[in-house]
């Protein structure tokens, strides 16, 4: 696949040639930066970190309906999601975690909701030329430049942005803007190897995963959750906001005759995710349900889709109100093992 | 803040044979952070700090630790929990003693006068976290940063914690052991911090909540945090009958937004830790504090401020004003 | 079938005819049902251990064990204990009423591999729903059995399911049938005592046996030990698990007990294989 340059320059026109396809981009505001539908003639920015909530969002929306129906009914109409969308400045992290998930929503049975949107969704990812204080993508398989999950990767060169087609609907993006671009030369994937060196480099955070998929059963009664997670609120901050975290709950509501059976973002580390009506819990404390978040990711995920469900955002690091730390938790994982 | 002090008060504490361990505040792992720290031993004590980084509330462990159904023939432990508390947190504690929500007998009260904590956002914001964890101390200024060696002297309204400009009690109202010497309090400047809002009219207010719900990720994290929100069956999580959707949308939103806000009018003793732990950012703190302020100005009821007081919402005086009860 | 094209999308089912097994706050009702389209109907394939999500429109849905065996004929029973929510409106259901159905879900119980075997079921309270497609299942099919033995108990005569089925059962001279309730009782001919006391007494071989197990969580710890004394191994003992469920599909994540999800690689599991399982008797 080929590469190209954008000027800096032209970024308003590349923008507005999109801006008719349902185009999202990250925008600050009092809830700090997420990403957003990108409004008419607003020119995007991609001068920051990454997104508070993950850009998961646009293929798992907190809240999906899967169908609708009138109250007393029995016809179901679903509203089949097939819009197409564009998400520019997608960060490595979170298009490998969606990649992670594209396992779990086609195994076995296919999940119609998130494989649309999935299809439909281009993925313009951002390298990282400056990662985060507490990002180690590195660490998980991932990097500043990784290209996993992504359509297309730019890379901020300065004064151009280099684009990387990765897939069909990559290059078929890159078609329709090709009057704005210029082909790229040996010196931008120079420019570009070089970068990513430096980005790596810059990672501070970081984790030897070897051996913690295969030690963690082993430490199943092991004190070592109890002190991790004895400062824990069950916030679920962790969670929700985590791009591989894909659980949700599914509920009827109802507004006057009008119905829906819709799912929502749910979290193992919520009391009633496991809780019985009889009142029985089969995870009854934050300790159980810390222990299962890290499992979950480090080694049940690894079984079933031999690959690691986290993938360094560092997001839970950042957001957790109570520093509970998932690399302090690896940490004495591993030494523990 | 002398931390010899207080780390031997910790140890000593924690060495009594009717305490369980104590809750207290220390160094994070990267940055600025601070960790609630659960305290059994002298060694593990000797880790405590007091610093302007302490902005958690540790009373909410009073009534957050859960207590798993035990194995047969094991005894409930129940010796004392020790807490530190600044004086917002010892009003959270107040207000459990008001609710009966705890037992004068099972805890054992450490007072922390408090000259203000920062707004950790700010913080981050003006002087870049490190991986390395900082240092940050009080000094007749205002605040000394200690980061990577370097030395930095930072004026108290630079940063200083919006609940902190408003606070009326920085000395703990309850304890049992005081460590370091009351601060003098100073005058908030503003009543509350609504009035920006209130005097805006009601269209723009509106306008203004209703974006700031439309955000919200229904986390629950602000009543997780809460010390005041303990109920065991949170009307949040009951299926049967539903009272609010779990549907993440601005009707739903709000609807849980205001329940939240009308439970807690009369009891929030804003210590500002909803707000703080928001990934939203939503100002919850304006909104219970324009409640506080109702209640106070119209019933006269301040939350724990005196533990011999009567709750609030269970009291009724008959010269109640009631103009808005339909 | 499982709904190819949306998973998620439940098929209308009419309930045609429904009673109640036990009574009290959390009585049981059984339905059989029927579904609308005559498509599905022919093409629904069930299995012994497989469950179902059904549910009410507007409420909810609940995974419940499908009690009947596919020999039985073109229909489904649920016996459904009322809990919560979506037990509740299910409970209002009467004849001619609609419900919706989807699945089936999970694992089955490998009723092939064990042809020529003896068949212990063991099952207490709400537990004989899953047992009950196993039983008809191998009285159907008696030639390719060893035997087959039922233990079954509740706490009062009042708590037994499928009651209607019992006298017939006593004439069917290939079923060793063992009724109990935990205290005695007026005009009750059966056996009195805890299921894995009756267990016991029975004293199984296992030779060339297999026993399945479904009931309260306590009632299939004792079990689970007795069989062991009985000289039962891991692998000829098996039993379903509930945890959580929403979407049955392996989607949701929340029925997971360690690296498995209950609703795909289960609900049946052999005790060998479910030792391996660290949050399996949580
Ligand atoms: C594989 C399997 C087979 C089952 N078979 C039967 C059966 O044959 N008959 C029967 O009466 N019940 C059965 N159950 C239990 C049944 O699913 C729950 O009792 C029911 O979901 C409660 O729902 P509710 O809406 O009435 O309760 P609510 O409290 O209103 O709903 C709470 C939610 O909690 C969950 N839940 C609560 N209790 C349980 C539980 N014990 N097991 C699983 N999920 C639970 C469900 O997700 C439910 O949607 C089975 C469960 C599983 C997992
Ligand atoms: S974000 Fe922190 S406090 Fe909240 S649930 Fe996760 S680990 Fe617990
Ligand atoms: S577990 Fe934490 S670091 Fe890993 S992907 Fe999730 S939020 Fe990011
Ligand atoms: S089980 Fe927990 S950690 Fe795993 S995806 Fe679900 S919420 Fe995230
Ligand atoms: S509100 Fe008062 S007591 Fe609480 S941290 Fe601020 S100054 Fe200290
Ligand atoms: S913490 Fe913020 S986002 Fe979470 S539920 Fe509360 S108000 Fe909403
Ligand atoms: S019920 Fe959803 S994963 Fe099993």
Redesign the pocket.
């Known amino acids: 696949m080929s590469a190209m340059l954008l000027n800096k320059e032209k970024w308003s026109d590349f923008v507005g040639m999109l801006a008719g396809k349902n185009l999202w981009a990250p925008r600050e505001s009092d809830e700090g930066l997420r990403f957003v539908p990108v409004a008419e003639g607003e020119v995007p920015t991609l001068d920051y970190n990454n997104t508070r909530v993950p850009p998961k969002e646009a293929v798992f929306p907190q809240t999906e309906t899967l169908f609708k129906f009138k109250v007393g009914g029995k016809d179901l109409e679903e509203p089949r999601p097939d819009q197409d969308a564009v998400l520019l400045g997608v960060r490595p992290c979170d298009a490998r975690a969606m990649h992670i998930i594209d396992e779990l929503f086609s195994w076995d049975e296919d999940d119609p909701y998130y494989l649309k949107r999935r299809e439909k969704t281009v993925l313009v990812g951002l390298a990282c030329n400056e990662p985060g204080l507490n990002c180690f993508c590195t660490s998980v398989g991932g990097g500043p430049v990784s290209t996993e999950g992504l359509d297309l990767l730019m890379v901020d060169l300065g004064e151009k942005y280099l684009l990387e087609e990765v897939t069909e609907k990559g290059s078929a993006l890159i078609d329709e803007v090709k009057e704005l671009l210029e082909e790229a030369d040996d010196n931008s994937s120079k420019q570009k190897d070089k970068l990513a060196d430096e980005a790596a480099g810059k990672i501070k955070r970081s984790i030897e995963t070897e051996g913690i998929p295969a030690g963690l059963p082993g430490l199943w009664e092991d004190e070592l959750w109890q002190r991790v997670s004895a400062s824990c609120i069950g916030c679920g901050t962790c969670t929700f906001l985590c791009p591989t975290c894909h659980c949700f709950d599914i509920q009827d509501e109802t507004e006057g005759f009008e119905a829906r059976r819709c799912r929502m973002w749910d979290s193992c580390m919520f009391r009633e995710y496991t809780l019985h009506t009889s009142g029985h819990n089969p995870r009854p404390t934050r300790s159980e349900r810390t222990r299962n978040r890290i499992n979950h990711k480090y080694s049940y995920y690894v079984d079933k889709f031999e690959v690691i469900a986290c993938v360094g955002c560092g997001r839970c690091i950042n957001l957790c109100p109570v520093n509970i730390d998932i690399l302090d938790i690896l940490g004495q994982v591993k030494e523990e093992i | 803040m002398d931390l010899d002090k207080l780390r031997k008060t910790a140890a000593e504490v924690v060495a009594r044979e009717d305490v369980r361990y104590l809750l207290g505040w220390k160094k994070g792992t990267f940055g600025y952070r601070i960790a609630p720290g659960f305290v059994e031993d002298a060694e593990s004590a000797a880790e405590l700090i007091f610093s302007p980084l302490c902005t958690a509330n540790l009373a909410t462990y009073l009534t957050l630790t859960e207590k798993p159904p035990l194995p047969r023939g094991q005894e409930p432990d129940d010796r004392k929990v020790a807490v530190m508390v600044k004086g917002c947190d010892s009003r959270a504690v107040t207000q459990l003693l008001i609710e009966k929500g705890i037992e004068r007998e099972s805890v054992v009260i450490i007072g922390c006068p408090c000259p203000g904590v920062v707004d950790h956002e700010l913080l981050a914001e003006k002087y870049p976290e490190t991986e390395e964890t900082a240092e940050l101390k009080w000094s007749d200024k205002g605040f000394l940063l200690l980061q990577n060696g370097e030395e930095t002297e930072i004026a108290r309204d630079e940063l200083l914690a919006e609940k902190c400009r408003l606070c009326r009690y920085p000395n703990p109202v309850v304890s049992d052991i005081m460590v370091g010497e009351p601060v003098e309090t100073w005058e908030p400047d503003d009543d509350q911090g609504v009035a920006e809002v209130e005097g805006k009219n009601a269209e723009v207010r509106w306008e203004y909540w209703q974006e700031q719900f439309s955000n919200c990720l229904r986390c629950y994290s602000c009543r997780n945090v809460c010390p005041l929100c303990y109920c065991e069956d949170c009307i949040l999580d009951r299926l049967n009958p539903t009272w609010i959707y779990r549907s993440v949308n601005f009707s739903e939103n709000t609807a849980f937004n205001l329940a939240r806000a009308f439970h807690l009018a009369g009891r929030c003793i804003e210590c500002g830790e909803c707000e703080r732990v928001c990934p939203a950012n939503i100002p919850l703190g304006k909104l219970n504090r324009k409640l506080a302020r109702e209640v106070r100005e119209k019933y006269g009821f301040e939350p724990g401020v005196d533990p011999e007081a009567e709750p609030f919402q269970a009291s009724y005086k008959p010269d109640d004003p009631e103009e808005f009860i339909l | 079938m499982i709904n190819k094209e949306n998973p998620y999308i439940p098929y209308n089912a009419t309930v045609e005819d429904t009673w109640y097994e036990t009574g009290g706050e959390r009585a049981i009702k059984t339905f059989k049902v029927v579904f609308d389209d005559e498509n599905i109907r022919k093409s629904w394939e069930h299995f012994p251990g497989q469950c179902a999500m059904i549910g009410v429109l507007g409420v909810g849905e609940s995974m419940i064990s499908i009690s009947c065996s596919p020999t039985e004929g073109e229909f489904l029973r649920f016996s459904v204990m009322r809990m919560g929510k979506v037990t509740q409106a299910l409970h209002q259901l009467e004849p001619g009423d609609k419900m919706t159905v989807r699945g089936p879900y999970g694992n089955k119980f490998p009723l092939d591999q064990w042809q020529g075997k003896h068949i212990l079921t063991i099952g207490g309270g709400i537990g004989q729903a899953p047992m009950r497609p196993v039983v008809e299942y191998v009285k159907s099919n008696y030639d390719n059995y060893g035997g087959l033995t039922m233990i079954y108990g509740a706490r009062t005569s009042g708590d037994l399911c499928f009651k209607e089925e019992f006298e017939e059962m006593s004439k069917d001279d290939q079923l060793s049938c063992h009724l109990t309730i935990d205290i005695e009782e007026e005009q009750w001919d059966h056996n009195v005592g805890f299921v894995p006391q009756i267990l016991m007494d029975l004293n199984p071989s296992p030779e060339n046996t297999i026993a399945v197990t479904c009931g309260p969580p306590i009632m299939i710890r004792f079990v689970l030990e007795n069989l062991k004394k009985l000289g039962f191994e891991d692998d000829q003992i098996y039993t379903t698990l509930e945890n959580r469920?929403?979407?049955?599909?392996?989607?949701?994540?929340?029925?997971?007990a360690g690296n498995m999800?209950?609703?795909?690689d289960g609900p049946v599991f052999s005790y060998a294989a479910l030792k391996e399982v660290p949050e399996a008797f949580a």
């Open positions: 469920m929403k979407c049955g599909i392996g989607k949701c994540g929340r029925c997971n999800y209950v609703c795909k």
